[in-house]
């Protein structure tokens, strides 16, 4: 099958969190399995642009509302991620450095969609599906159907991944101008709640809907941010299809980020010298059990409740763990992290920013990673550490419930708790506490968890069939 994924982030091109690293995988394991996969995606100047070949292989020009643009499609020459790259520029909206955060993303993203589909419909063939990623891309199965223009793309079957239905891209009406000639019979398609709202259209116009992770899907019936009724509704073609993680990239014994490898059979030696270097790069104790927390430093991962979490722990231990927190996000979280360096050196340390190396060495040093998560779509952390023998922290949601067994059931190897808050957060850190005494069952945990098989293959299959079901 020819498949093309739309996506705002791809790893290593660009990547902001989990939807990178399955739009930077999905595809190469879908080549693998035979098919064609192509992705497309803005041309942020990120280093990856700079560092590798292009061949410009289209020139087109749209409109966004009265404003006239040009674009240009380019390829990634040497096929280095083992699929076919595109990045469609057009200047003075996607030729910035980061992914999202400006004023203006409605119109980079709308404009994106616009030339998406308009270099789409000057192809002499179609492929067998059109894959959208998230609301930046949630446009197109609308815009696909009914725009005047582009009526010949109508008969391609779509199919949309919401790896986060927190952010949904919501417009004003008056945005509504920007989408090419469209019938405006069908306005309902591309309404929630009086707003333009992007996820919402996708969700109606789409073939199929997954979500990143079967309970996750559930959970969308009963909190989606506003759209829980529109879930409940289309629920016929909703499914849940859960993450894989790529094991090339993410693999302890050639991860090219650490400088002592290991595997199942060497993982506790292997760890304690990972955990030594970073312990010595920030000044902790080696010896001591280490928890850390990588990720976005927002409500949904629950990271507000976090500085006092570790507070209330570092207290109840007696200092007899270490902590180390890598994230950005909230400033307000950022500074309560950075407040407490000092009061508590040689316990707890920051890194506050976006540190790709660092994170692989915190999977493969750390004991314990931390997830509080309030919403986990899929959750991509908790899988990564559990490939490099970490055992995973987790509040009882979305795929972090899929994923992780509670140590306390027969072949458990994490921990689990139902609340986001600091209460079962210091509970089971002491939970964690215990098992960290019991040397023996923490390297059955371990290597349990590292042989546990989270590959893409198995997805690959998944959407095959679902893709084969809309033909
Ligand atoms: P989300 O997409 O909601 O942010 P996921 O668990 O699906 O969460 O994916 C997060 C990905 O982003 C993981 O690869 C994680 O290691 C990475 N990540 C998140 N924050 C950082 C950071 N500050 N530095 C390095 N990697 C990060």
């Not at 629920?235 to 090339?248: A, H, P, R, V, Y």
Request: proline share 4%.
């Amino acid at each position: 099958m020819e498949i093309i994924h739309i996506s705002a982030e791809c790893y290593p091109v660009a990547k902001a969190g989990g939807l990178g690293d399955v739009v930077g995988a999905l595809p190469k394991y879908q080549v693998k399995a035979g098919h064609i996969a192509k992705v497309v995606m803005p041309m942020y100047r990120t280093k990856f642009l700079y560092a590798n070949d292009w061949t410009v292989d289209f020139k087109g020009s749209s409109n966004l509302g009265n404003w006239f643009f040009e674009y240009t499609v380019i390829k990634e020459s040497s096929n280095k991620l083992g699929f076919d790259l595109f990045l469609i520029d057009i200047n003075g909206l996607l030729d910035r450095q980061k992914i999202y955060g400006y004023e203006d993303d409605a119109e980079r993203f709308t404009a994106f969609q616009i030339a998406l589909v308009n270099w789409m419909s000057s192809w002499e063939h179609q492929p067998d599906v059109v894959h959208c990623h998230d609301h930046h891309t949630g446009l197109v199965p609308f815009m696909m159907q009914y725009c005047y223009d582009y009526a010949h793309l109508k008969n391609i079957p779509t199919v949309f991944t919401i790896h986060n239905a927190q952010y949904q891209g919501w417009m004003g009406w008056d945005k509504s101008r920007y989408i090419p000639r469209w019938d405006l019979w069908k306005r309902g398609m591309l309404e929630w709640a009086d707003q333009i709202n992007p996820l919402a259209s996708a969700v109606k116009c789409a073939g199929k809907v997954t979500t990143v992770s079967w309970s996750y899907m559930d959970e969308l019936r009963v909190n989606s941010n506003g759209m829980e009724k529109l879930f409940e509704f289309e629920k016929g073609k909703c499914s849940g299809i859960l993450n894989g993680i790529d094991n090339e990239v993410w693999n302890p014994a050639t991860d090219k980020y650490l400088s002592d490898h290991f595997d199942v059979e060497t993982v506790t030696e292997g760890k304690q010298k990972n955990k030594e270097g970073l312990c010595l790069r920030f000044g902790l104790d080696p010896e001591k059990p280490l928890f850390v927390f990588i990720g976005r430093l927002v409500g949904e991962k629950a990271a507000d409740i976090l500085p006092d979490a570790i507070k209330t722990a570092i207290h109840h231990t007696q200092g007899e763990a270490g902590f180390l927190v890598l994230g950005s996000g909230d400033t307000q979280v950022e500074w309560a992290f950075q407040q407490m360096v000092e009061p508590y050196t040689g316990i707890f340390n920051t890194v506050i920013g976006y540190d790709e190396t660092l994170s692989h060495q915190m999977y493969a040093g750390a004991d314990f990673l931390l997830m509080p998560s309030r919403v986990e779509p899929c959750g991509l952390n908790q899988m990564y550490a559990m490939r490099y023998g970490t055992v995973p922290i987790v509040r009882s949601t979305g795929g972090l419930q899929d994923t992780v067994v509670d140590m306390g059931n027969p072949d458990g190897f994490g921990i689990r708790f139902n609340n986001a808050d600091i209460f079962d957060v210091d509970y089971s850190i002491g939970r964690a506490l215990s098992v960290y005494a019991d040397k023996a069952h923490m390297k059955k945990m371990r290597k349990y968890m590292m042989q546990i098989d989270h590959s893409w293959e198995s997805t690959v299959d998944q959407y095959t069939r679902l893709y084969e079901s809309l033909q």
